[in-house]
């Protein structure tokens, strides 16, 4: 439980500081033309074009964060008992 809980939280962080990496080249007024974003899944189609290299960032780290919260991890435990053959095994011999 505490593993997953880790990982949300360096998933988040992580998508923070590339948001806001992103940001502050934005604020910098560096704004050379990076080229465009294209995606499409499901139907759903996102084009953005002639972005600067911040927004690019700002864009990525939201998504980390948005899916980090969303989707998550699954995590599953599972506990094995011994076999009943193997207590059998060890009770041959008497004391």
């Given at each position: 439980?505490?593993?997953?809980?880790?990982?949300?939280?360096?998933?988040?962080?992580?998508?923070?500081?590339?948001?806001?990496?992103?940001?502050?080249?934005?604020?910098?007024?560096?704004?050379?033309?990076?080229?465009?974003?294209?995606?499409?899944?499901?139907?759903?189609?996102?084009?953005?074009?002639?972005?600067?290299?911040?927004?690019?960032?700002?864009?990525?780290?939201?998504?980390?964060?948005?899916?980090?919260v969303?989707?998550?991890?699954?995590?599953?435990?599972?506990?094995?008992t011994?076999?009943?053959?193997?207590?059998?095994?060890?009770?041959?011999?008497?004391?």
């Amino acid at each position: 439980m505490m593993l997953l809980v880790i990982y949300h939280l360096v998933a988040v962080l992580v998508g923070f500081f590339i948001a806001y990496f992103g940001y502050r080249l934005f604020c910098q007024g560096i704004d050379e033309r990076a080229g465009d974003l294209r995606a499409e899944t499901r139907g759903i189609k996102i084009v953005a074009t002639r972005l600067a290299p911040g927004t690019f960032f700002a864009l990525l780290g939201a998504a980390i964060i948005a899916v980090t919260v969303w989707r998550g991890i699954n995590v599953v435990q599972t506990v094995t008992t011994p076999s009943m053959s193997s207590q059998n095994e060890y009770s041959g011999a008497h004391p």
